[in-house]
């Protein structure tokens, strides 16, 4: 029960401890102007994201909903129904990972799997202990839908931004229902017209839509008012075509490496994508990691990270022999080659202001929910980035870029009350994003206690026959 709810002035001790004894004047006044407050966190290092900086000593006042204050003063604290000390540690935005996939009952039904439900709290698990408050699911489904409006705002899972099903032609590469085949222009305004009346945030594309229902689909989407993301459609005449199309998004950095050449060179590419208001949802982890399958699975299946995987999913497409990257044989040197030429455009295209989105593409075989993230995340500082600017892109960019995270990003008053609470400063070092001291999410304060009993809860679970 919340301090505030005992009509008692509160003094707080470390992170729990409350004791009441009868509220003076002044502390009745704060009480009424910070009556919304349910945690504070005084005397902690803030990085708010706005720039590469540090700000000491301050106080951070969450409502459920919103930050209501930062300040040195810190004096609303008193009123906040917690008190946490951050003393020594450092609070930033919770992170957001812009490209992700989860094992919908569509993903069931279209591997041929058992369909019972499996529990969504336990699949975005491995995203709240790894920092990340925000997930953009580039392929939906309506019970993803249905859990999202089932969790509303709560601590039991990420802020969720869902694509609808992905628009392919005959024949799709991923099975249906994961995919909607269209194979006309009015099959295609049908589909949108209904995924916009479903709720679904944005449009999901493969790259094997033919010309005319592509300009469909990005017609009957700027319609509707929604955003077209996805691959880059093999159809079109010449990336110029693509890139002024009306598609917003782009889900793979590597399509664009693959286009690279003696005609087209690294900064028209930049040019063209500032140009088109366009963001690339980076993903760079990709093609190291097929590399990585085909030189050195054992030590990829052995990793700690995995157990929190299903083994629905893990037997369907991860591991032998039904994973797809080993089935088809291909030369490891022209992943290896890719991944370099991908992660050459990094550098150039993010100081172009080209809207880099850092993006896992969990659960692309073998990459994990959560952990994914933060692999992208040194991969980008590998391909040149500072630690400041790699976080930019789980942050500050998508704020700034993308439909549906216009309020997390920053940590500033006004924006959603979505935090990390952390030992040391990942300006410095990213490593401590893996093992917060704290999430808040919606205002709730998930210690690491907490944290390590989800995973733990998570874990056992998918163990389950
Ligand atoms: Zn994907």
Same mark, same amino acid.
């Given at each position: 029960?919340?301090?505030?709810?005992?009509?008692?002035?509160? %003094?707080? =001790?470390?992170?729990?401890?409350?004791?009441?004894?009868?509220?003076?004047? @002044?502390?009745?006044?704060?009480?009424?102007?910070?009556?919304e407050?349910?945690?504070?966190?005084?005397?902690?290092?803030?990085?708010?994201?706005?720039?590469?900086?540090?700000?000491?000593?301050?106080?951070?006042?969450f409502g459920q909903s919103e930050i209501i204050?930062?300040?040195?003063?810190?004096?609303?604290?008193?009123?906040?129904?917690?008190?946490?000390?951050?003393?020594?540690?450092?609070?930033?935005?919770?992170?957001?990972?812009?490209?992700?996939? #989860?094992?919908?009952?569509?993903? @069931?039904?279209?591997?041929?799997?058992?369909?019972?439900?499996?529990?969504?709290?336990?699949?975005?698990?491995?995203?709240?202990?790894?920092? %990340?408050?925000?997930?953009?699911?580039?392929?939906?489904?309506?019970?993803?839908?249905?859990?999202?409006?089932?969790?509303?705002? $709560?601590?039991?899972?990420?802020?969720?931004?869902?694509?609808?099903?992905?628009?392919?032609?005959?024949?799709?590469?991923?099975?249906?229902?994961?995919?909607?085949?269209?194979?006309?222009?009015?099959?295609?305004?049908?589909?949108?017209?209904?995924?916009?009346?479903?709720?679904?945030?944005? %449009?999901?594309?493969?790259?094997?839509?033919?010309?005319?229902?592509?300009?469909? +689909?990005?017609?009957?989407?700027?319609?509707?008012?929604?955003? #077209?993301?996805?691959?880059?459609?093999?159809?079109?005449?010449?990336?110029?075509?693509?890139?002024?199309?009306?598609?917003?998004?782009?889900?793979?950095?590597?399509?664009?490496?693959?286009?690279?050449?003696? /005609?087209?060179?690294?900064?028209?590419?930049?040019?063209?994508?500032?140009?088109?208001?366009?963001?690339?949802?980076?993903?760079?982890?990709?093609? *190291?990691?097929?590399?990585? @399958?085909? &030189?050195?699975?054992?030590?990829?299946?052995?990793?700690?990270?995995?157990?929190?995987?299903?083994?629905?999913?893990?037997?369907?497409?991860?591991?032998?022999?039904?994973?797809?990257?080993?089935?088809?044989?291909?030369?490891?040197?022209?992943?290896?080659?890719?991944?370099?030429?991908? $992660?050459?455009?990094?550098?150039?295209?993010?100081?172009?202001?080209? *809207?880099?989105?850092?993006?896992?593409?969990?659960?692309?075989?073998? %990459?994990?929910?959560?952990?994914?993230?933060?692999?992208?995340?040194?991969?980008? #500082?590998?391909?040149?980035?500072?630690?400041? /600017?790699?976080?930019?892109?789980?942050?500050?960019?998508?704020?700034? $870029?993308?439909?549906?995270?216009?309020q997390?990003? =920053?940590?500033e008053k006004g924006r959603k009350s979505n935090? +990390?609470?952390?030992?040391?400063?990942?300006?410095?070092?990213?490593?401590?994003?893996?093992? *917060?001291?704290?999430?808040?999410?919606d205002g709730?304060?998930?210690?690491?206690?907490?944290? &390590?009993?989800?995973?733990?809860?998570?874990?056992?679970?998918?163990? @389950?026959?």
């Amino acid at each position: 029960m919340s301090c505030l709810l005992r009509a008692a002035a509160i %003094i707080c =001790f470390g992170v729990t401890a409350c004791q009441s004894s009868a509220p003076t004047n @002044q502390e009745h006044q704060l009480q009424h102007e910070y009556k919304e407050c349910v945690l504070a966190v005084t005397n902690v290092n803030v990085i708010p994201m706005t720039d590469n900086l540090v700000i000491s000593g301050q106080t951070v006042l969450f409502g459920q909903s919103e930050i209501i204050e930062i300040s040195k003063k810190g004096t609303g604290a008193v009123a906040c129904d917690r008190i946490v000390d951050g003393k020594n540690r450092y609070l930033m935005p919770g992170l957001n990972d812009l490209h992700t996939h #989860v094992e919908n009952t569509a993903f @069931q039904q279209g591997f041929g799997l058992p369909t019972e439900t499996l529990p969504y709290d336990i699949l975005l698990t491995p995203y709240l202990v790894n920092s %990340i408050t925000g997930i953009r699911i580039l392929s939906g489904s309506p019970d993803l839908l249905a859990y999202r409006e089932s969790v509303g705002h $709560s601590d039991r899972a990420p802020h969720l931004v869902v694509a609808s099903p992905m628009l392919s032609a005959t024949p799709p590469v991923l099975p249906e229902p994961v995919t909607r085949i269209v194979d006309d222009p009015s099959a295609a305004r049908a589909a949108i017209r209904d995924y916009a009346e479903a709720g679904y945030d944005f %449009i999901k594309i493969r790259r094997n839509l033919s010309l005319p229902v592509y300009e469909a +689909v990005i017609e009957e989407a700027h319609l509707v008012g929604m955003h #077209v993301d996805g691959h880059v459609t093999q159809a079109a005449a010449g990336l110029d075509a693509l890139l002024s199309s009306g598609q917003v998004g782009f889900a793979h950095l590597d399509e664009f490496a693959l286009r690279i050449s003696d /005609e087209l060179a690294i900064e028209n590419l930049a040019e063209m994508l500032v140009e088109c208001g366009c963001y690339v949802s980076t993903a760079i982890g990709v093609m *190291p990691n097929i590399a990585e @399958q085909i &030189k050195n699975y054992d030590s990829l299946v052995a990793r700690e990270e995995m157990q929190v995987m299903h083994p629905l999913l893990t037997n369907a497409f991860w591991l032998k022999p039904n994973n797809p990257y080993l089935r088809e044989g291909a030369p490891v040197e022209f992943f290896d080659d890719l991944a370099q030429k991908t $992660s050459d455009l990094v550098r150039p295209l993010y100081d172009a202001g080209v *809207p880099l989105l850092a993006g896992s593409d969990a659960i692309n075989p073998m %990459i994990v929910p959560g952990y994914g993230l933060l692999d992208e995340l040194d991969l980008l #500082v590998e391909a040149g980035l500072s630690p400041f /600017e790699a976080l930019r892109t789980a942050t500050a960019i998508p704020a700034k $870029s993308v439909p549906g995270f216009e309020q997390s990003g =920053f940590l500033e008053k006004g924006r959603k009350s979505n935090a +990390v609470l952390l030992a040391s400063n990942p300006l410095a070092d990213l490593a401590v994003l893996g093992a *917060p001291d704290a999430v808040i999410l919606d205002g709730s304060y998930l210690d690491q206690q907490t944290l &390590k009993g989800r995973l733990n809860e998570a874990i056992k679970t998918v163990k @389950q026959p």
